[in-house]
């Protein structure tokens, strides 16, 4: 079984500031990770995946994530927040193997304020 | 590329009334495609598996019967909610395998409905 925990349902920060969005996961074997961002009313759009290969992995929109096995984690963190930014983020873990579903997090909401 | 879109964006009905949600793989073929639901700020819960060819697989708690799935062609799945009831107004969202990409899981997300039922 796999899950995924996301650690603040809401966080706000300042334009400028160091965005980290908190995630750890939980699977029987080697996962997959990824980031998505959802802006209202739209689907999700991928911001970035952890494969097996670099444990820093680099998205779009400068977020990046490090996946960290002996902290089971995967937190996502762009050093300097912009106005765009502010959306629903979701975490989510899926077992290696073609057939393995998703699963999600309950999501993050970031606020970005002036 | 891996471009999915759903039609409609939204839809309003009647109580009582059927609604059919299409989501197409608009630049490749999938042989596996998702079915979400998503409540106001909840995260996205998957409904169903769609396999081309072949009758989708439910996650527990769904039911069949209520949400009928086709996935007929390698490029559309559709989602039917018969016998629609307010409580099934929701945001439904679906998502595609693209086979060429085999390896990492990666699924590509279409753009939502929006279902409200009066």
């Known amino acids: 079984a796999q899950s995924v925990t996301q650690l603040g349902s809401h966080v706000s920060v300042s334009e400028g500031a160091l965005v980290l969005l908190r995630c750890n996961y939980s699977?029987?074997?080697?996962?997959?990770l990824f980031w998505y961002v959802q802006y209202p009313n739209q689907g999700l759009q991928l911001l970035l995946k952890?494969?097996?290969?670099?444990?820093l992995v680099k998205g779009i929109n400068g977020f990046e994530a490090e996946f960290k096995k002996s902290e089971t984690s995967f937190h996502l963190t762009k050093p300097s927040a912009h106005m765009s930014d502010a959306a629903e983020y979701f975490c989510?873990?899926?077992?290696?193997?073609?057939?393995?579903?998703?699963?999600f997090g309950t999501g993050t909401r970031l606020q970005v304020t002036l | 590329g891996a471009v999915v879109s759903q039609h409609p964006s939204w839809v309003i009905c009647k109580s009582g009334t059927s609604v059919k949600i299409e989501c197409r793989s608009l630049?490749?073929?999938?042989?596996?495609m998702f079915w979400y639901r998503q409540f106001p700020k909840q995260s996205l819960m998957l409904m169903a598996t769609?396999?081309?060819?072949?009758?989708?697989?439910?996650e527990q708690g769904v039911e069949k019967d209520k949400f009928l799935i086709n996935h007929a062609s390698l490029t559309l799945s559709t989602l039917t909610v018969t016998s629609a009831h307010p409580e099934d107004s929701s945001f439904y969202i679906c998502?595609?395998?693209?086979?060429?990409?085999?390896?990492?899981?990666?699924?590509?997300f279409g753009p939502g409905t929006r279902l409200t039922v009066l």
């Open positions: 989510a873990v899926s077992e290696t193997g073609t057939a393995s579903k998703l699963t």
């Open positions: 769609s396999n081309e060819g072949s009758k989708a697989t439910y």
């Open positions: 998502s595609a395998r693209d086979p060429r990409l085999a390896g990492n899981n990666e699924q590509f």
């Open positions: 699977s029987s074997v080697p996962p997959y």
């Open positions: 952890y494969t097996s290969a670099a444990t």
């Open positions: 630049d490749f073929q999938a042989t596996t």
